[in-house]
């Protein structure tokens, strides 16, 4: 039924704040915004734009590092009133899940089942992501270390296609056969599709449609950036909280000091992990503080010492009868690496540490505040290697920025190999040079079997760097399957796919 209450809108003043995210890029249009409240409105918009061949893109909460959702013509589909949480099912034998609207934030849903003692794994930085498009974009977060990406939490998905269709999508349903084909029952049609054969590197990954050998249609949704469909209902999983927390931020003399640490401390939970004993050490959270994330980050808390050269943000869960061998264990490990202890930085407590995290938070926070004031895009690595290149990657990344002349630091989830380097242009001359950089450090990365995107995905700005990862038969099969979703070829354009590609 049409729904003549859909607020929609021509207005420059409501359609401008969409025009843009936290990547900063420039250039983007709309003629309308409408913000639908339900299934029938996202439909009903849906068949509009196919029949009139109007693109549109899929807004969430605009924090976003690529660009993704911001429009380049056409209508702006805003997931603002889509609805939030709708019910926390909590089990005493089962799986505990929350069956949730697209229009909630991290923030908010953490909060919702915290007050039922439980908890949604991933933990993006950037709390304000509204949860479906944290589905699009497969989000990743510190915690990823330890519980994996998105992709590894939602049971369930509720996706409107372009043509109307609606799909159910159950992770262990419409399961790919050998060959990697799967047959798609929507409420208006079914979709035969021929998954892609390119490989998925190993851990975080958030490069395009995602494909492995027997998956369900769920996992081709989750990662592929408003190209596909409209997110309008999401289950995902829940964990009971831990006991509590034993975090630090501690500071080390030396660059090279963190990184044995960072090694030492990964290694020691992954063996650890699976062994059942709670007082052993297994960090949920290893990030780094590059010397230059220290300096700016110097600027908004005098408490840093003057002589630190980079720092490990760390979090492990603590059971509250081991507590005590627990954190002997980490000063003892402190003590061994260099660690600047009397300088350094300990928190215990009941929730995870929401200072150090604000603290993390402040760095990609500084940098985009940073390149606003310059008027520069985005210039950021998300990047991950195998671990054997874990300290190739680290004199890479070291060796290509030193002496380069362009403002850069280093900082992120070392624990995943994946550490974001930010390039800080203050002019166009500037962000030439980073972009320079930036291509040599893809093609290392990419020799050495390495992901281009390991959680911001790909958006507009990441298309020719995808093309090099998969090659132009990949961006081929990917479009194959764009067009057979999304017959009218409206939904997200400009993201994951060159236009060459899908007008062919
Ligand atoms: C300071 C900072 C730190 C960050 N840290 C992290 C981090 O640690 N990990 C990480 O993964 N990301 C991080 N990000 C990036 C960003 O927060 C994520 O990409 C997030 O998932 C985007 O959510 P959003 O609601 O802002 O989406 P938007 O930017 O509005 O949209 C992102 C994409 O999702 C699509 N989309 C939105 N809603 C739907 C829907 N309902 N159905 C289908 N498609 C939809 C859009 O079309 C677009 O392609 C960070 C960003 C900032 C600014």
Redesign the pocket.
Known sequence: MVNSNMLRSHDPNVINPYLK??SNLSGGYADEVVFPENEDDVIQILDEACRTRTPV??????????G??IPLGGIILS?EK?GGLKEIHLSSTGHNYAVTG??I?HKELQKAVSLKGLLYPP????Q???I???????????RTFKYG??RNWIRRLK?ILSTGDILDLRRGEFVANKKGHIALKGSRNTFELNLPQYPIPEGKH?CGYYVTPGMSAIDLFIG?????????EIEVELIHKPEGYFSGIVFFGREEDAWRFADFIKNESLKNRTSNINDTIDACVIEYFDCNSLKLLSSINQQIPKNAMSAIFFEQEIHIKTKKKTTDKWFQICRKFDVLLNKSWFCESSNENTEFRTFR?AI??LV?KTLRQYNQAKLGTDFTVPHEHFFDMLELYRSSLNNSGVKHCIF??IADNHLHVNLIPQNDREAEKGWQIYKKLVKQVIGWGGTISA???I?KIRKEYLLDMIGKSGMQEMAIIKKHLDPCKIL?RG?IIPEDYLNN
């Open positions: 995210d936290a893109t899929i807004a969430g909460n605009g924090t976003g590092l690529v993704a959702r997931t889509l697209p229009a934030t933990d993006p930085t950037e304000n992501a509204f479906g498009a944290s589905v699009a974009t497969n989000a990743s977060g510190a990406s998105t996706v958030s592929s950036e408003g190209t596909l469909g409209v997110f309008t938070y990609p926070s985009n992120g989830h959680e911001h995905g958006g997200g993201n």
